[in-house]
C-alpha cells in the first residue's frame, strides 16, 4: 500500500472517528443547505487529494516530503470535516479541533518540508554549478601544460567573431594568431625520456603565461605545438 493511500484512508478514518467521539448529542441535519458552500468544500477536498498524489510523485521519500505529505493530509482531514458540517451540525469541540487544530498542523507541516526541501535544492543546485564549473575547466584545459585546448579554442574562437564580427568587418576590431612550435623537441624525448619532455612542454607554457596580456591567450593545439591568440594588434607585450 503507497504512502499517498494510507493518507487518505488515516484522513478518512481520523475525521470520522474523531466526529464520532466527540460527538454528545445524535447528529442534526443542517436546516437550510448551502449548495454553493458544498460544492466550494467538496472542490477543496478534491483538490488537496490532487496535491497529496502530487507529493507522492517524487521518487525519494525524504523527510521534507514526508512532512509535506502529513501536512496535506492534515489539511484534508480539516476539509473533509467542513464538507460535512455543511450537512449536519457538529459540537463546537469538533469544529475546533478539526478547522483550527489541523489546519493549523497541516500549514505547520508543510511550510517546514518545504522549507527543507527548497534548502536541499539549493544546496544541490551550488553543488552542481560547482561540478558544471571543473567539469568545464577540464573540459577546455590542456591537464599537462595549464593552457587552453583545442576544444577551448573552437569555442573561443566562434564567440569572438560572432559578438565581433562587425567590428572585424569595419577595420576597427584584429584577431590575430601565431602557432609556436618547439624544434627538435622529439630529440628531447629520445635522449632524455618523456617525462623531461613534459616538464619543458610546462616550463615553455608558464614562461609564455607570465607574459600574456589579459586579451592574449595561450592554447595547446597539441604534441609541442601551441597557438597564441589575440585581440588587438601585436602578439606579446614587450618586457
Not at 445524535?26 to 502530487?54: H, N, S
Not at 601544460?145 to 569555442?155: D, S
Amino acid at each position: 500500500m503507497t504512502m499517498v493511500v494510507r493518507s487518505l484512508i488515516f484522513a478518512v478514518l481520523a475525521t470520522l472517528w474523531l466526529t464520532f467521539l466527540l460527538t454528545t448529542y445524535e447528529w442534526r441535519p443542517v436546516a437550510d443547505i448551502e449548495w454553493a458552500d458544498i460544492i466550494f468544500e467538496l472542490f477543496r477536498c478534491l483538490f488537496t487529494v490532487a496535491l497529496i498524489f502530487l507529493v507522492n510523485r517524487f521518487q525519494e521519500k525524504s523527510l521534507p516530503i514526508k512532512l509535506m505529505l502529513a501536512g496535506f493530509t492534515m489539511l484534508l482531514i480539516g476539509e473533509l470535516h467542513d464538507f460535512s458540517e455543511e450537512i449536519y451540525y457538529q459540537p463546537f469541540l469538533v469544529s475546533l479541533l478539526f478547522e483550527n487544530i489541523a489546519y493549523s498542523v497541516g500549514i505547520v507541516m508543510i511550510a517546514v518540508g518545504i522549507f527543507q526541501l527548497s534548502d536541499k535544492h539549493n544546496r544541490l543546485l551550488t553543488k552542481l554549478q560547482v561540478e558544471k564549473s571543473i567539469l568545464h575547466r577540464k573540459s577546455t584545459t590542456d591537464a599537462l601544460t595549464g593552457a587552453f585546448n583545442r576544444t577551448c579554442f573552437q569555442e573561443l574562437s566562434a564567440n569572438l567573431l560572432e559578438k565581433n564580427r562587425a567590428a572585424i568587418d569595419a577595420g576597427k576590431e584584429h584577431i590575430a594568431l601565431a602557432i609556436l612550435d618547439l624544434d627538435k623537441f622529439k630529440a628531447v624525448n629520445d635522449t632524455y625520456g618523456h617525462d623531461t619532455g613534459d616538464e619543458v612542454l610546462q616550463c615553455l607554457a608558464k614562461l609564455i603565461q607570465s607574459r600574456l596580456s589579459p586579451l592574449e591567450t595561450l592554447i595547446r593545439l597539441g604534441g609541442e605545438e601551441f597557438l597564441l591568440l589575440r585581440q588587438g594588434e601585436g602578439l606579446l607585450r614587450d618586457q
